[in-house]
C-alpha cells in the first residue's frame, strides 16, 4: 500500500522512483527541475472547519470529515512545496487579481462551487481543478449533472487511454490501481473536442477522470482555453489515498502544465 498520511519519507519517495523507472519508455519526459520557484495558487475551503469545531451543539461526524479534508489539502500542499513549488492558500473568496504572477491555480474539490462561480474561467494562468462541478463554469465541460460531470462511488481504478502522453506520468496503458481504498470516490468530466484525454473510468470511455486542454483548444460552447487546462479525478479526501501510480499522475499533471508548450 501507498500511503502519504504520515509524510514523504524516504520508503515513499523508493516506490515513485521504481514506477516511473518502471513506465517511462515509450512516455515523454517531463523536467522535474521546471517547477522550481515557480508560483502556486491553492484554493481550498478554510472556513467548514472552523464553524464545525465551533458549533454547539457539536456534531463530531463533520468535524472528523472536515479535518480529514483539512488534511487532506494540507498533504497536497506539501507535496507540491517538495517538488519545488512556491505555494499561496486562497479560498472561495479569493479575487481573480490573486492569479497575477502566479505560474498555476489549483482548485481543490473541498471548496463550495457555487462560491466559486465562473472566478478564474478567463484567467490566463495554468489552472487544475479536482472540483468536477466547476468544469461547466469553467467552459471545460458542458453543464448536465451526471451526463458531463460526475462522480464515481467506490472507485480505485482507471483505465490509462493515452500513455505516449507527458500527463501519463510513465506508467503504461490499459487499467491502473491509482488509490489504496476501494470504498472512495473518483471525480470525472465530459470534455469538449479540445481536449487530451488521459484515463477514463474503465469500461466508461465518455467519462475522463484526467483530462487537459491545450492554450487556445477549444473547450465547450466554442470558448478558447485562455491557458493550459486540466481536470483531475482527486475527491475531498483521496489525495491521502494516493498509491505511487496516483501521485505519478498528480505530479505529471503539475509539471506538464507549467512547462513550456512543445
Not at 143 to 155: I, P
Not at 180 to 202: F, K, Q, Y
Request: hydrophobic share 45%; with cysteine; net charge neutral.
Amino acid at each position: 500500500m501507498f500511503g502519504i498520511r504520515k509524510g514523504f519519507g524516504l520508503a515513499i519517495l523508493v516506490c515513485l522512483g521504481s514506477v516511473l523507472a518502471a513506465g517511462m519508455a515509450g512516455a515523454q519526459a517531463l523536467d522535474a527541475k521546471v517547477a522550481a520557484g515557480k508560483k502556486v495558487l491553492y484554493l481550498y475551503n478554510r472556513i467548514k472547519l472552523e464553524k464545525a469545531k465551533a458549533a454547539s451543539p457539536s456534531d463530531p461526524a463533520k468535524t472528523t470529515m472536515f479535518t480529514t479534508q483539512r488534511a487532506n489539502d494540507e498533504a497536497a500542499i506539501s507535496y507540491l512545496a517538495t517538488l519545488g513549488f512556491k505555494v499561496t492558500r486562497g479560498d472561495e473568496a479569493t479575487p481573480e487579481s490573486a492569479a497575477q504572477g502566479m505560474d498555476l491555480i489549483v482548485i481543490s474539490e473541498s471548496v463550495d462551487a457555487l462560491d466559486m462561480a465562473g472566478r478564474f474561467r478567463t484567467t490566463p494562468v495554468p489552472l487544475m481543478t479536482f472540483e468536477n462541478d466547476l468544469t461547466p463554469s469553467l467552459g471545460m465541460t458542458g453543464m448536465k449533472n451526471d451526463t458531463d460531470t460526475g462522480t464515481k462511488e467506490n472507485q480505485r481504478l482507471l483505465w490509462l487511454v493515452n500513455a505516449p502522453h507527458p500527463l501519463a506520468g510513465g506508467l503504461s496503458a490499459g487499467l491502473q490501481n491509482v488509490l489504496d481504498d476501494e470504498h472512495v470516490r473518483m471525480n470525472w468530466g465530459h470534455p469538449g473536442p479540445g481536449a487530451v484525454v488521459i484515463a477514463t473510468l474503465p469500461s466508461e470511455e465518455e467519462k475522463a477522470v484526467i483530462f487537459a486542454y491545450e492554450k487556445g483548444a477549444t473547450m465547450h460552447w466554442e470558448f478558447l482555453a485562455p491557458a493550459r487546462r486540466m481536470g483531475f479525478f482527486l475527491y475531498s479526501d483521496t489525495f491521502l489515498h494516493l498509491r505511487a501510480e496516483g501521485l505519478a499522475l498528480f505530479r505529471a499533471a503539475v509539471l506538464w502544465l507549467v512547462s513550456p508548450s512543445a
